[in-house]
T-cell receptor, first 112, second 118 residues
Framework: QKEVEQDPGPLSVPEGAIVSLNCTYSNSAFQYFMWYRQYSRKGPELLMYTYSSGNKEDGRFTAQVDKSSKYISLFIRDSQPSDSATYLCAMSWSSNTGKLIFGQGTTLQVKP | EPEVTQTPSHQVTQMGQEVILRCVPISNHLYFYWYRQILGQKVEFLVSFYNNEISEKSEIFDDQFSVERPDGSNFTLKIRSTKLEDSAMYFC????????????????FGEGSRLTVL
């Protein structure tokens, strides 16, 4: 079983749609959960960071972590064409490491 | 806005040649990292570096790889004898501190150096 699994998509939605992106993981030791956005030919950029279970909201973005199901989600409300990018989930198990375990990334296209 | 800069943006090399990828982390950051992404695959951790020494490395980071902070601003990744399978995008990243230590451990990534080994 892969450590972090993420549907690569591509996912295509109309502007204004609610987007749901998900990752599952197998390692119950993961405590820190992140979502990165990666535009074409750019490095990953941190969008959301969550410690342990729960929800976190930042503007149009909401991150959810369900540790009991080993499942994390990123919701994007009122999606915009500028949200078109690859979204990577990432996780780590310790506060003493910069080693992140990434998912495959989901490519999102928001059509005007 | 401060950013991590990487050079070269693209390097083509022959198998067996040595390659050095360079990075200038954000100036007040203390932790430095290299990650790589083979085309179509996941971003993978290679190594973390703090206080002039490797703090953690992955199984990918074998004896062919080395890292160095030769001066106060640069952070380099050297591949001694490149293989075809080393072809990838290499990302440098830096952070003020480790993740989860009370403050922002956010990793800031550069735009990457694409390495093509022929």
């Amino acid at each position: 079983q892969k450590e972090v699994e993420q549907d690569p998509g591509p996912l295509s939605v109309p502007e204004g749609a609610i987007v749901s992106l998900n990752c599952t993981y197998s390692n119950s030791a993961f405590q820190y959960f992140m979502w990165y956005r990666q535009y074409s030919r750019k490095g990953p950029e941190l969008l959301m960071y969550t410690y342990s279970s729960g929800n976190k909201e930042d503007g149009r973005f909401t991150a959810q972590v369900d540790k009991s199901s080993k499942y994390i989600s990123l919701f994007i409300r009122d999606s915009q064409p500028s949200d078109s990018a690859t979204y990577l989930c990432a996780m780590s198990w310790s506060s003493n490491t910069g080693k992140l375990i990434f998912g495959q990334g989901t490519t999102l296209q928001v059509k005007p | 806005e401060p950013e991590v800069t990487q050079t070269p943006s693209h390097q083509v090399t022959q198998m067996g040649q040595e390659v050095i990828l360079r990075c200038v982390p954000i100036s007040n950051h203390l932790y430095f990292y290299w990650y790589r992404q083979i085309l179509g695959q996941k971003v993978e951790f290679l190594v973390s570096f703090y206080n002039n020494e490797i703090s953690e490395k992955s199984e990918i980071f074998d004896d062919q790889f080395s890292v160095e902070r030769p001066d106060g601003s640069n952070f380099t990744l050297k591949i001694r004898s490149t293989k075809l399978e080393d072809s990838a995008m290499y990302f440098c990243a830096s952070s003020v501190q480790q993740r989860g230590t009370g403050g922002s451990g956010e990793l800031f990534f550069g735009e990457g150096s694409r390495l093509t080994v022929l």
